[in-house]
């Protein structure tokens, strides 16, 4: 069964599909989900009150990749490099477990400004 998401970061507002992942479950099993946007380069992430274990991490992600990060908590959203990239890659700040997959047009992330409100919920 395939589980679609809906994920508002202010104005923005795209879907993602979910993995077979562990992580992916419980993410599902736990929204809705809201906070807070940070940026990062082309990463959006937000604390999350899950407290969950990396799950075949990876420092580098694809475009579009929705990840979980252990060390803060937080759900990311990448979209392109971040300062830890190096040339045309996507890198994490650490591990990440890549838990799904943006299905829209990511640009629309590039809008999304720091301290913005974001909420994750199922999509309909």
């Known amino acids: 069964m395939s589980r ?6 202010g104005e923005a507002t795209v ?14 099993e736990s929204l809705p989900i809201e906070g807070f946007a940070n940026t990062w380069g082309d ?4 604390s999350t009150p899950l407290s969950l274990e990396l799950e075949n991490g ?3 992600v694809q475009e579009g990749d929705v990840g979980y990060w252990p060390p803060g908590k937080a ?4 979209f392109g ?3 830890a990239s190096r040339g045309d890659e996507i890198r994490a700040a650490s591990a990440v477990t890549v838990f799904g997959h943006v299905v829209d047009d990511i640009a629309v992330l590039k809008t999304v400004t720091e301290g913005s409100k974001v909420a994750v919920h199922r999509s309909e």
């Open 58 to 60: 990876h420092e580098v």
């Open 15 to 28: 879907k993602a599909e979910l993995n077979e992942t562990r992580t992916a479950l419980t993410v599902w």
């Open 81 to 83: 490099p971040t300062p």
């Open 75 to 78: 759900i990311c959203l990448f």
């Open 43 to 46: 990463e959006i992430y937000f």
């Open 4 to 9: 679609r998401i809906v994920i508002k970061a």
